[in-house]
Every structure is written in structure tokens, then in C-alpha cells.
């Protein structure tokens, strides 16, 4: 019983003259269409949390300014995916921003993918696409796996979770598929030190699985050893260049001190969220185990040390084994995140089991129970992105685009006819009811628990901005103000890149008070205090706004409090108070 995956190119000849319908070939071609489509002037669909996106555009001003993640201000997560943005934004200026953040990993997912795809098809065409293809459609379709709301929109939150959920993808396919020594060796390097300055619960789910690569005999000492020397070298050469490491690694406990209550609930929720990929995975690990009991109870009996140690070595090389641990990495991972493209890297694992099925010909019903739980593991993540996708994109049909003046490409957002209605009655009714929302503050309450999430919220904050932007040059035309550094008491800061001014040093992005902006210190609250414009959004006041203000209130003392206009306050530093003029 041979799979036509496992069917290997009949000859060297055959195969360059089939070079443009290889798996290479298709990937050269998506990325082609990459860069078509962020050169053109495109409009999405708002979807919930759009404003994460954002978070990138923050870190690259302040990149482009010549601060440095993790030194120069703090970052919620590693400082790669901020370089590659970056670099990104440089290339694709006007790049519709969803698909700008998501697609930017490409920069190091794609070589690697490409050299395990062109190794696996010197075996076997029909498994290199079968890696190929999954991984496209992950790296290509930004959404996640899990719905936040009810309509479809693009998901602008999660990016840095379903990144490293891709490059955690790229690993394991290298380590069930690459049989050359040397390029496993590469690529474990590449994608181990991707993940380390990716985000840190992504290296430590992927140490979870190269330790258990060690140990099963996938990889042996001598590389393993030469990985972690070639990973150190990497470490020791960007800390002596710029002290990242260590600042880094001191930032990850910062981040592992304020959250560690949660882990264990979170350990729990992780398992529930995705407790039908996780059963059927188990469940067909469980039955791959159980399957070969007879085998292993007959080594057992067998007698002799050398036969109980073959039999435990076979046992933990077992494909039912390694796929219970790659499970427990994806569990481990996803305690952490909100949005993700969970147990996506799940699918290489899946996928050698499956092409191992023919030789249980026999036994027609293992067979066929195997079958179904690869499919019951492996079809849920790529059904729901891609049906998440084409209720998106085809919904957008209808959809009105939102006004905007100063937005750049950050408004390059449509949205329903009722969420723009709504937009316009919200607007008008926050400044009116502003009293009523900061009671809800003082109780310690959202107006709605998914706040965040409501399209209207979103497309308010962004009218917002852009009506605070008039506000602010108004301001500085009547006064001859420049406000060279602006801050937001607020979860994003985008001022700064939409007005081609400054943020100020050591001040977290992505600031969520609850999990991701460590106390103040002295060298935050000057930073703080230096600032010349600091803006508090108001339409409608949030606990988080509130506890982001109390946070920094000593660095605030100084600067003087107006009404900018309906939806926003502004702190004005203490140096421009005769411009100003006298306090009414």
C-alpha cells in the first residue's frame, strides 16, 4: 500500500524539466504575489483588536529613530518581529498594514521553508507539497484559528503568536523530514535563534521538542552540541554589539513575574480552547501506542538489559511518543497567547504518520481510525483560516471604506454600513455620557467585556486619532508649538509615526497594564516628564487608561492638563507654558 506522496521523481532529468511545477516553484510564485499585493493600495475589512497592528508601526518610528528594542523602550515580546516589520515598512510604505506585519516573517520562514521542501523533493514531490501547501496557507491567510466576534474582519491581533507558531511549523517539518546532517543542523540553529528573539514561550516549546529530538536519537549529541555552541555565539556576538541579551532576558522575567499567577489557569485554557485537535491528536497517539503493545511487551519478555534498552530507545522514538510531546509544546505555547494559528506545526508529525499507514495493510480498521484522527487533528486549523478568509473577503463586498485625513495606511479599513452608523452615534454620544463611563472606571469595569474587540470601538479610536491629529497642529499653528516627543496614556501609541514626530525613550509599546508594562522607574518617569505632549484618550474612558495615568502620574506633575478636543485630554510639558499662555 504506497502512498502517491511517497512516489519519488523518476530522474534527475525529469525533474529539472519539471522544475516549474515543483514545490519551489510555487513558493517563488507567493512570494511574487506578496510583493504585488503590498505595493497595491488595499483596503480590509476592520476586524477586533485591529489596533495591535499598530504596536508595529510604534516600534518601527522608534527603530527608524534609532532607538533599539529592548534596550530603548520596552517590548511585549521579542525584538525580531519589529526588525522585520521594519524593514518591511521600508520596502512597502503603503502596504495595507494587516497583511504588512503578518507577511513580514516570510523574510525568514521562507528560505528555511525552501530548503526543507527542496530536500524533501529529491524523495518525494508529493510530500514536499504537503508540506509546502499547509504552511502557505498559514503564512499567507492572516487570520487566526479562533473567532473573537461575530463578524468577519481581519485579524490584526495574535501576529506574533501565529508567527511563531509558523517558524515552530518550519522546525518540526525539519526535524520529522530532513534526513541530511547538516542542513538539520541549520535550520535548527536559524529556527531556534528565530524563536529566542520571536517570542520566548515559542523557544521554550521548541526546546521542548529538539530535547526530545536529543533523547529519541533524531538528532545526535555531537549536532545538538553544535547547535547550542553555533545559538551561544549568536547570543554573546548581538550582546556584546548592543547588551540586547541580557536586557532582554531581564525583561522576560519582568514579564514572568507579573504573570506567573495565571499560568496554571492558563495551562487549563489552553487545553479547553483547543480540546478538539488536542483529543484527536491523543487519541491517536494513545491508539499508535496501543497498536504496537504486542511488540513491546515481547522485547520486554525477551529478557536481557541490551533488550529492555532497545525496547525503551524504541519506545521513546515511537511516532505515537512524539506526538504526545509535540501536543504538550503546543499546549505549553498557548497558555500565553490570545490569538494564535494553534497546533498548526502538528501537521509535519500528522503527516509521516499518515504516509506510514501502508504498512499496516492488514489491518484495515487501524488503518482507517488513523486516518480519520489525522484528519480530525490536522483539517480544523486550515478549514477555519481559510473559511474565516473567504467570509471576510467576500463579505467585504458591501462594505463602505472609513474617511480619514491622517491616518496614512492605518485607515486602509472598510467596515458594514451598521458599524459606521453605529460609529457615528457612539461618537457623538461618548463626550456627552463621559461622566457615566468614568464611573464605570471607578468600578473597575469595561463598558462591555469584548470592548476591544466591537468594530465600532476600533473604528471610533481611529476617527479619534485622526481628529486629534487636526487638533494637535491646530494647537501648535496658534501657539508655535513643535511637540517634537509624543506619548499615549493608551495600549498604542501610532501619533508618532502619523505625524513624523518622536516617542519617548523607555516607554513600553503594546501597553497592557495588567501583563505587560512593568512598574515605573526613575528612568521611565524622566523619560515621562522630558515629554513634550502626552495624550489621554477619553471617548470613552478605560480602567486600563486609568491605571496607565496612575502609573505615570509622578513624571505628569509638571505639565499642564487641557481639553484638546471632545475625545482627547493632553498634557502639556511644563517648557512651553508661556506659549501657552496663562492657565484659565
Keep these: 500500500m504506497s502512498s502517491a506522496l511517497e512516489r519519488p521523481v523518476e530522474s534527475a532529468r525529469f525533474h529539472d524539466k519539471a522544475l516549474w511545477r515543483s514545490p519551489l516553484a510555487l513558493l517563488a510564485i507567493s512570494l511574487v504575489g506578496v510583493c504585488i499585493l503590498l505595493a497595491l493600495p488595499l483596503v480590509l475589512p476592520i476586524g477586533p483588536m485591529y489596533w495591535d497592528v499598530f504596536i508595529y508601526y510604534d516600534a518601527a518610528n522608534r527603530i527608524f529613530g534609532g532607538q533599539v528594542p529592548v534596550i530603548d523602550f520596552f517590548t511585549p515580546v521579542g525584538p525580531l518581529g519589529y526588525y522585520l516589520f521594519a524593514g518591511w515598512l521600508a520596502i512597502f510604505p503603503n502596504g495595507q498594514p494587516v497583511l504588512l506585519a503578518h507577511w513580514s516573517l516570510l523574510a525568514v520562514t521562507a528560505p528555511l521553508m525552501g530548503a526543507i521542501v527542496w530536500h524533501v523533493d529529491q524523495r518525494s514531490r508529493g510530500t514536499a507539497f504537503a508540506l509546502l501547501v499547509p504552511f502557505l496557507i498559514f503564512a499567507l491567510l492572516p487570520f487566526n484559528t479562533r473567532e473573537f466576534y461575530p463578524f468577519p474582519g481581519s485579524d490584526a491581533f495574535g501576529i506574533y503568536n501565529r508567527q511563531t507558531c509558523q517558524v515552530l511549523y518550519v522546525l518540526v517539518a525539519a526535524l520529522v523530514f530532513v534526513r541530511e546532517r547538516r542542513l538539520l543542523t541549520a535550520l535548527i540553529i536559524a529556527s531556534m535563534t528565530a524563536l529566542f528573539f520571536l517570542k520566548i514561550t515559542g523557544f521554550v516549546a521548541g526546546g521542548v521538542i529538539c530535547a526530545y529530538a536529543l533523547l529519541s536519537g533524531r538528532v545526535t549529541l555531537k549536532n545538538a552540541i553544535l547547535c547550542a555552541a553555533a545559538f551561544l555565539v549568536v547570543l554573546a556576538a548581538i550582546e556584546l554589539a548592543s547588551g540586547m541579551v541580557s536586557q532582554y532576558v531581564f525583561d522576560i522575567m519582568s514579564l514572568v513575574a507579573m504573570n506567573s499567577g495565571t499560568l496554571l489557569p492558563r495551562f487549563l485554557q489552553a487545553t479547553s480552547l483547543n ?29 536481557g538489559i541490551r533488550s529492555k534498552l532497545e525496547a525503551a530507545a524504541a519506545l521513546l522514538s515511537h511516532d505515537g511518543v512524539r506526538l504526545l510531546v509535540v501536543i504538550f509544546a503546543g499546549i505549553l505555547f498557548e497558555t500565553q497567547n490570545t490569538g494564535s494559528q494553534a497546533f498548526i506545526f502538528l501537521w509535519p508529525v500528522l503527516l509521516s504518520i499518515f504516509l506510514k499507514t501502508g504498512q499496516f495493510s492488514a489491518r484495515p480498521m487501524l488503518v482507517l481510525s488513523i486516518m480519520g484522527l489525522v484528519a480530525a487533528a ?8 481559510v473559511e474565516r478568509a473567504a467570509r471576510t473577503y467576500v463579505g467585504m463586498v458591501k462594505n463602505v471604506p472609513m474617511e480619514q485625513r491622517n491616518l496614512k495606511s492605518l485607515g486602509a479599513v472598510d467596515m458594514r454600513e451598521d458599524v459606521a452608523l453605529r460609529t457615528d452615534h457612539m461618537l457623538r454620544l461618548y463626550p456627552k455620557l463621559r461622566s457615566s463611563y468614568e464611573e464605570l472606571v471607578k468600578a473597575g469595569e469595561l463598558p462591555t467585556p469584548v470592548l476591544y474587540s466591537d468594530f465600532d470601538f476600533q473604528v471610533v479610536y481611529l476617527r479619534t486619532v485622526d481628529t486629534a491629529i487636526d487638533s494637535i497642529r491646530a494647537l501648535e499653528a496658534k501657539t508655535g508649538i513643535h511637540f517634537d516627543t509624543i506619548m499615549s496614556l493608551n495600549f498604542v501609541n501610532p501619533f508618532p509615526w ?3 514626530r518622536s516617542a519617548p525613550h523607555y516607554i513600553a509599546i503594546g501597553a497592557d497594564p495588567t501583563r505587560a508594562v512593568p512598574d515605573p522607574g526613575s528612568q521611565e518617569e524622566n523619560a515621562v516628564a522630558n515629554t513634550d505632549l502626552v495624550l489621554y484618550p477619553t471617548c470613552p474612558p478605560t480602567t486600563a487608561n486609568a491605571m496607565l495615568y496612575d502609573m505615570y502620574r509622578e513624571g505628569l506633575a509638571k505639565h499642564r492638563r487641557i481639553k484638546l478636543d471632545a475625545c482627547y485630554d493632553a498634557f502639556i510639558n511644563p517648557k512651553f507654558a508661556t506659549a501657552l499662555g496663562p492657565t484659565p
Design 498 to 500: 502619523l505625524m513624523d
Design 275 to 303: 480540546f478538539g485537535i488536542v483529543a484527536a491528536a491523543g487519541s491517536l497517539a494513545l491508539l499508535l501506542l496501543w497498536s504496537d503493545r504486542r511488540n513491546w511487551a515481547a522485547r520486554l519478555a525477551a529478557g
Design 378 to 385: 490536522a483539517l480544523p486549523p486550515a478549514v477555519r483560516i
